[in-house]
């Protein structure tokens, strides 16, 4: 079992910047690929980001590339969201999902492949 928790989450002005952290239980963290979803009201959840269990593979939506960056330290069983140039568009809850899987290419985009998932946290960005 897993257990995530997300924080960081906040209003911001439009062009600005916040940074998410993901904190994971137990002590197996370098052999889950982690990841970041978002679900805007009235949306489906849709994937932002993921990294594999090394965090040499990144993948990102094609909206946040450019602004979004994610990255992990498996010493501290966390991983992180930066987000900059922020857009009224990214208003969303952001979650931290888990997988067991120690692939050295991100492989898992979509949220059926998460098995365990974060109780999310609101970004709202305005105009």
């Known amino acids: 079992q897993v257990q995530l928790v997300e924080s960081g989450g906040g209003l911001v002005q439009a062009g600005g910047s916040l940074r998410l952290s993901c904190t994971a239980s137990?002590?197996?963290?370098?052999?889950?690929?982690m990841a970041w979803f978002r679900q805007a009201p009235g949306k489906e959840r849709e994937s932002v980001a993921a990294?594999?269990?090394?965090?040499?593979?990144?993948y990102y939506t094609d909206s946040v590339k450019g602004r979004f960056t994610i990255s992990r330290d498996n010493a501290k069983n966390t991983v992180y969201l930066q987000m900059k140039s922020l857009k009224p568009e990214d208003t969303a809850v952001y979650y931290c999902?888990?997988?067991?899987?120690?692939?050295?290419?991100?492989?898992?985009?979509?949220?059926?492949?998460?098995?365990?998932w974060g109780q999310g946290t609101q970004v709202t960005v305005s105009s």
């Open positions: 137990g002590r197996t963290f370098s052999s889950y690929a």
């Open positions: 999902a888990a997988r067991a899987e120690r692939v050295n290419v991100v492989v898992s985009t979509t949220p059926e492949r998460y098995d365990y």
């Open positions: 990294i594999n269990w090394s965090g040499r593979s990144t």
